[in-house]
């Protein structure tokens, strides 16, 4: 049964080096890549409701048990985020058959693809520091090609800056990883936090939890996010979606593994800094949501604000905030790849990317317009879609925690976010149109599809919210409670 938990990984791998011999088989290559992603989802399906039934999953290779060996760990935190990417990576798949074309898919543009959700799925799922480091290494690496597919010359400028800034933090990561093991003598993740709540995270462990909180804050975006705006609205529609989407979520999610287990012991140094960088993050991402007229660039900074506001769950740390937190990462996944395919195909279909250049959308394109105008209300928080759930319970840990400042920040950003999309929605959609009757393109069926499955999914997270409550408490309830990891991984061994 525990064999399961290495299929998010051995599947995306395995058929994306089978897709490199398939280059010129096309509509082979859309097939099987489609069903690879809907395999793995069916795994994660299986693999979460078997952990409620019999508790953390743990999958040790070669026979090495912990620490010694390299394993990998399913909880729910973990498995929801797979789940949920999988879920979106497929969605993205069918709306690339439709866009990418196919000079792009020529380019190993599935092998890609898949390679990239195989680093993702091992960061998640991976139970010690080192494999985390690799597994990135695997998803960035994948985005590095991703990123440049095209060749324009805007993608490999903003691509320079991306791979600078991806291996100056990898560089830093090593660092941390050296003087982590030099200091505790293991990298398992579990055998880390007793190792470093046995030597009451001294100053030296709480300056490596730093190093980690910046390497880690440089891949989600926190605070140090200068190359992500630039670098998320230059790819193509199909793989920025799969960028804003996905990869800032592995770095929040190292972060919530990383200093709820291991790195808790000095919470007014670490999580006091946590709170901080989140707070000015949301600052700024406001700012730049409010500043642009280019509608990715908007797009991007809103990634950025929902980074600082799920970050706030961390800071705070209170069981509601952490629960809150994690309700908003699948929110965001999900409601974050609908907004940026709608932007895309608002550009596709017009031709311009500023909000002062487009207007009238709706009439030609009645149904995109409502599909844009309810991610906008997912987006702020309107219940019963599905960002209502998790700025509830992130505000209410706030109010537990009297953290007033991030409250205030938290509520604020929600305003902005409202005002940024519905400043695209009133001048993008409505007024004249810029379109001719005879000028009008057809919205295809396969770049609609996927806009309305995503829209489905985040009405049905906010309306289905108890149903997967159950999940989403168990999450939470390993992150607060670090012990639970401990002896699900250890049992009982040193």
């Not at 599947?11 to 080096?17: A, K, N, T």
């Not at 798949?93 to 898949?114: D, N, Q």
Request: net charge neutral; glycine share 8%.
């Amino acid at each position: 049964m525990n064999n399961l938990i290495v299929l998010p990984l051995i599947i995306p791998i395995m058929v994306g080096v089978i897709l490199v011999f398939l280059r010129s088989y096309i509509r082979l290559q859309r097939i099987i890549s489609l069903l690879a992603m809907i395999g793995v989802a069916c795994v994660s399906v299986f693999v979460l409701n078997t952990i409620q039934s019999e508790g953390i999953l743990r999958l040790d290779f070669g026979g090495w048990e912990p620490p010694f060996g390299i394993l990998f760990v399913a909880d729910s935190f973990s498995m929801l985020l797979v789940l949920t990417a999988s879920i979106v990576t497929a969605i993205c798949l069918i709306y690339a058959f439709s866009s990418i074309g196919e000079r792009h898919e020529k380019m190993f543009f599935y092998p890609f693809v898949l390679f990239l959700v195989a680093g993702v799925n091992g960061s998640l799922l991976t139970g010690d520091m080192f494999n985390l480091f690799v597994c990135f290494e695997v998803m960035l690496l994948a985005s590095y090609a991703l990123i440049t597919l095209g060749g324009e010359k805007v993608q490999l400028r903003e691509s320079i800056k991306y791979v600078v800034i991806n291996v100056v933090a990898s560089w830093f990561f090593l660092v941390a990883l050296a003087f982590l093991y030099g200091t505790t003598g293991t990298l398992n993740m579990a055998h880390l936090a007793e190792r470093v709540a046995e030597a009451g995270q001294d100053p030296l462990l709480t300056t490596i939890a730093i190093v980690f909180l910046l390497v880690f804050s440089l891949k989600a975006g926190l605070l140090l996010f200068y190359w992500l705006p630039g670098s998320y609205s230059v790819p193509p529609t199909a793989v920025a979606t799969l960028f804003g989407a996905l990869l800032t979520k592995v770095g929040i999610y190292a972060l919530f593994r990383t200093f709820t287990l291991i790195f808790y012991h000095e919470p007014d140094v670490t999580h006091s800094l946590i709170g901080v960088m989140a707070g000015i993050t949301i600052v700024a991402g406001c700012m730049g949501a409010i500043a642009f007229k280019d509608v990715r660039q908007i797009v991007a900074y809103n990634v950025v604000i929902a980074v600082g506001f799920i970050l706030i769950g961390l800071a705070v740390a209170t069981p509601a905030s952490i629960e809150g937190s994690i309700y908003y990462i699948i929110h965001d996944m999900i409601a974050k790849a609908m907004l940026f395919l709608l932007v895309g195909t608002m550009i596709l279909l017009t031709g311009k990317n500023k909000i002062d250049e487009i207007s009238g959308l709706i009439r030609n394109y009645p149904m995109f317009g409502w599909l844009f105008f309810i991610v906008t209300l997912s987006l702020t928080g309107i219940p019963p879609l599905s960002g209502f759930v998790g700025k509830i319970l992130v505000g209410q840990g706030a109010v537990e925690a009297g953290s007033y400042i991030l409250l205030a920040l938290a509520f604020i950003s929600s305003i902005v976010v409202l005002y940024s999309l519905l400043r695209i929605f009133l001048n993008s959609f409505f007024g004249e149109t810029i379109i001719s009757l005879g000028e009008e393109m057809p919205l295809k069926k396969g770049l609609l599809i996927p806009i309305v499955l995503l829209a489905i999914g985040t009405a049905s997270l906010g309306l289905g919210a108890e149903f997967i409550s159950t999940y989403v408490s168990d999450a939470a309830k390993t992150l607060v409670n670090p012990a639970i990891y401990i002896e699900a991984v250890l049992g009982g061994e040193k």
